[in-house]
């Protein structure tokens, strides 16, 4: 009788401190970036602190991979919020390369920003993280879809 008892108060407890644990929580996804529907360009392995970014705050975006075509002074890394039609609803970020620690010129990317998101962006949308060289044309890009 004893054992039942102990096993019930063990079962309860548990199930509570389940129902406790707020449930956007336990719903997180990580931001999957994959490539930029403009054409063959690099792929960019991104990351973003906090994932997903939150309207309002700071975002961290990490971006890395290698660019064959090279990066050189004036190379700038840009990052926009698209809608569903891709039309640009909000200019994220944009970092000259070169002057943010990265020696140039160079093939390998590892570049971090951050900048503040939107309050006004929708729950869904796509960031886009690209590289630019200096006559502003992409040598790099990554697409990711932001659910909320």
Do not use: H, R, W
């Not at 309207?55 to 290698?66: D, I, K």
């Not at 002074?73 to 944009?94: C, E, K, R």
């Amino acid at each position: 009788m004893k054992q039942n008892f102990i096993f019930v108060v063990i079962l309860l407890v548990s199930l509570s401190m389940v129902n406790a644990i707020p449930y956007y929580q336990l719903d997180k996804k990580a931001t999957t970036f994959g490539p930029c529907p403009e054409g063959s360009l690099p792929i960019l392995a991104v990351t973003l602190q906090p994932d997903p970014p939150v309207p309002g705050q700071n975002c961290t975006v990490t971006a890395t991979g290698t660019i064959d075509s090279g990066i050189n002074p004036g190379a700038t890394l840009v990052a926009v919020a698209l809608d569903g039609a891709q039309n640009v609803i909000g200019s994220l970020a944009s970092v000259d390369i070169c002057s943010s620690g990265v020696i140039c010129p160079t093939t390998t990317l590892s570049a971090t920003t951050t900048f503040l998101v939107d309050a006004s962006l929708p729950a869904t949308y796509t960031i886009s993280i690209a590289v630019m060289n200096e006559n502003k044309a992409f040598v790099g890009c990554s697409y990711g879809a932001i659910t909320g």
